[in-house]
């Protein structure tokens, strides 16, 4: 069974400051994504992450992949209270289909001024 | 452009009540539609997915069903809700044609069941 756990789950920090959140998951998968939450509010895709060595950046965040060791990264650099949000990464899980996308649990991010 | 619409935005439901709960996409044609919860604190939980006009797959046992009677129309229902069925309910599409496309996720309904 595939089990997808991010590190930290709450991260305070301050403006300006960077820092990493990171995702690791138990068995082999192709694919990865990066959504963010705002309070009360539905999913957005940041990120989709298809291959070993994969990096996406969009503004201060920044995504990266290894498969070899089944653990994907989001840095967050010189981070602004804009990005207070919740990040949650997701694998897609056996037999490859879209409908088997396993969520890791979030990692609530509060960067305060 | 396409857009998916999800409705009600909240709802206060008695237990024991039926459940209706409708999303319809837009600017597509055949895409794959699932309905995922979110408890309080926590993660996405796939309900179910449909890749096509009658055809639901579920993924966890529940009071929940789901059906697809468009292309484009997902509805979740009950027929008698539980306490236990609270939470934030979002569908949400994907190209099924394409290997990486993400998932595009609706507004989701804010249900609370008393």
């Known amino acids: 069974e595939l089990k997808v756990e991010q590190n930290p789950l709450f991260l305070s920090m301050q403006e300006g400051k960077n820092y990493t959140i990171y995702c690791n998951y138990s068995?082999?998968?192709?694919?990865l994504y990066w959504y963010r939450q705002d309070p009360g509010k539905s999913l957005e895709s940041l990120f989709v992450?298809?291959?070993?060595?994969a990096v996406k950046q969009e503004g201060r965040l920044m995504a990266s992949l290894d498969t070899k060791a089944r653990l994907s990264t989001l840095h967050i650099t010189a981070a602004v209270h804009d990005l207070s949000a919740t990040y949650f990464c997701?694998?897609?899980?056996?037999?490859?289909?879209?409908?088997?996308?396993?969520f890791g649990k979030g990692t609530k991010l509060s960067v305060k001024p | 452009s396409q857009t998916i619409h999800q409705w009600p935005a909240t709802l206060v439901q008695p237990v024991g009540s039926p459940l209706s709960l409708e999303c319809t996409v837009e600017g597509t044609s055949n895409p794959n539609l699932y309905w995922y919860r979110q408890a309080a604190g926590r993660g996405l939980q796939l309900l179910f997915y449909s890749v096509g006009i009658g055809q639901i797959s579920s993924e966890v046992p529940q009071n929940l069903s789901a059906s697809r009677p468009q292309d484009r129309q997902f509805i979740l229902s009950s027929k008698k809700l539980l306490l236990s069925d609270s939470g934030f309910y979002l569908c949400?599409?994907?190209?099924?044609?394409?290997?990486?496309?993400?998932?595009?996720f609706g507004n989701g309904t804010r249900l609370t069941v008393t």
């Open positions: 068995t082999t998968s192709d694919r």
């Open positions: 992450l298809l291959s070993n060595g």
């Open positions: 997701a694998v897609v899980g056996d037999g490859g289909s879209q409908g088997n996308l396993i």
């Open positions: 949400a599409w994907s190209v099924k044609t394409s290997y990486n496309s993400p998932l595009h």
